[in-house]
């Protein structure tokens, strides 16, 4: 399995980026498609995730009503919407999958607990780097 994130850089405080992350190798049809993010000297951070049966998601706090996480028309393409970025919005950002026949199980299991858990995730990407800055 592969994941290969892209789309980051520098952008102002307030403005938007938009993050891919191309999947390649899952063998189910059934999978939880994530982002996390690690900023300098701290810990990783699960900010949002998708499920690929029945599109259900999870933000966390930090980023709900900011960021949208989505699907492509293409089985293998995930994105990741960042509006109104934030200086705080700093840091690696990291695409991860992890494939389960119960996919909204984790899902739900984010929304409850309020957090991702990184490892319930199996494949990871390198991550790309997002400064947000003036």
């Known amino acids: 399995v592969q994941l290969v994130e892209s789309g980051g850089g520098l952008v102002l405080p307030g403005g938007s980026l938009r993050l891919s992350c191309a999947v390649s190798g899952l063998t189910l049809d059934y999978y939880v498609i994530g982002w996390f993010r690690q900023a300098p000297g701290k810990e990783r951070e699960g900010v949002s995730c998708i499920s690929s049966s029945s599109g259900t998601t999870y933000y966390s706090d930090s980023v709900k009503g900011r960021f949208t996480i989505s699907r492509g028309n293409a089985k293998n393409m995930v994105y990741l919407q960042m509006n109104t970025v934030k200086p705080e919005d700093t840091a690696i950002y990291y695409c991860?999958?992890?494939?389960?026949?119960?996919?909204?199980?984790?899902?739900?299991?984010?929304?409850?607990?309020?957090?991702?858990?990184?490892?319930?995730?199996?494949?990871w990407g390198q991550g790309t780097q997002v400064t947000v800055s003036s």
């Open positions: 991860a999958a992890t494939e389960t026949y119960f996919p909204d199980k984790l899902i739900t299991a984010s929304q409850t607990m309020g957090v991702m858990i990184p490892n319930e995730y199996d494949y």
